[in-house]
């Protein structure tokens, strides 16, 4: 017991989704990444519930950077969810798994000529992100004699320091609505919408409040100045999932907001801001981490224990930062997955890379692992799949479990042809004695 409760992290994780752990490991090895799909579906339908319960012109728009496996992606596509992504490579994948061009929400600071002409041939929506980015977009359709739909982004003070003010324009200095005035100068441009992205892993509703409440003075204006009825409103994502952040002294659990927090801080904004009921803009959500985190697990496996020299207890594991990314700002939770003793230490875990800074978790407390025991890494789902690393250790296989309950392989794990398959040897470097 403690002042929270009786604690929790004990309990053996034996099976995810009715399939047990012990047999996903030995089916696809250690370590490896494991995808719920029933989870995604119930975290998608729950947050479609919060806010088209509240607010019926909704549509969410997958975040690809999140995490961008195509069964993933597929799987959010099929519950009826646009794509938004943030580079060429990420529309070139949207498209492939079969997303309409329209349905493809294009951001990001790094849009190269090509791109935004592929862009505008599958007409779009681009979001501008600064000026030198307006007025390529401007040379290209004026050159091909095409139109555009086109909104900008936006960034603002909603309380919360340091302002994301790398990106888009600002509205306090009045970037923004310079940047409206000279997209209404080029007819070739049609403004449909304005987008902001006001942070990660926000735990303020009131935030999103503030930001909600200055893009729709913005609507208000442009609908004042140019009789423009601007046809959505995009938040993005930010919010935050249950994941724990270092050195926070309660869990994530017990202190994020839920989506219904979300999603009433936002509509509600919306809604009393005086839109007559035929001129209110769609809202677009953009929302990925809060979406995905819950559904995958990570497993792997103890290759090593040992005691440092100040005595504390080490816990080598099989997998580490290098597939762990998200172990630089959360304190995951890890379970065994097997029985163990009641006795418990305080432990580091560490991953098998050779570098200091491999660290899983920086202290934890959990019963006493041995070599060749496994466990749990949970809330997993968002980033890890997308800025993993090939450093010292290959990618492992990633396996989704589906609504029957039947594993499948989604991505296959890395081989040494893999890593050689792209590298190219000069001549004169072939051959050598030793």
Known sequence: MNKFGTRTEYTPVTQIDGVPVKKLIADYGSPCFVISERTIRDRYKNALRAFKSRYPKVQFAWSYKTNYLNAVCNTYHSEGSWAEVVSIFEYEKALRNGVPGTKIIFNGPDKTESDLRRAIEHNSMIHIDHFDELYLLAEILQESKQKARVAIRVNM?????????????????????????????????????????????????????????????????????????????????????????????????????????????????????????????????????????????????????????????????????????????????????????????????????????????????????????????????AYNMTQWMQFIQMRPKVVMIGMDGSPHIVRENESLDTMLRYEKVPKHLLNFKL
Request: hydrophobic share 40%; with cysteine.
């Open 157 to 381: 003070d909603t309380g919360i320091y340091p302002i994301w003010d790398r990106f888009g324009f600002n509205y306090e200095d009045g970037s923004a609505w310079s940047a409206i005035n000279k997209i209404f100068v080029h007819p070739e441009m049609e403004l449909v919408g304005l987008h902001c992205h006001i942070g990660t892993y926000m735990l303020s509703t009131n935030a999103y409040a503030i930001a909600t409440g200055k893009l729709c003075d913005l609507v208000v204006s442009i609908k004042r100045s140019y009789n423009k009825q601007i046809e959505y409103i995009d938040l993005g994502g930010g919010f935050a999932s249950a994941n724990t952040l270092k050195g926070s002294y309660l869990q994530g659990g017990d202190i994020i907001p839920s989506m219904d927090d979300y999603a009433e801080s936002i509509t509600s904004t919306i809604l009393n801001f005086g839109f007559k009921p035929d001129e209110l803009p769609i809202l677009f959500l953009e929302t990925g981490r809060a979406l995905v985190d819950d559904a995958a697990y990570l497993l792997g496996s103890v290759i090593a224990i040992k005691r440092l020299s100040d005595g504390r207890r080490a816990t080598i594991m099989d997998f580490g930062v290098n597939l762990l990314f998200t172990a630089f700002w959360y304190d995951h939770r890890i379970s065994p997955a097997q029985e163990l003793s009641a006795q418990t230490e305080d432990m580091v875990m560490y991953g098998p890379l050779c570098m200091n800074i491999d660290v899983v978790r920086e202290s934890i407390n959990l019963p006493l692992l041995n070599k060749g025991d496994q466990v749990v890494v949970h809330r997993v789902g």
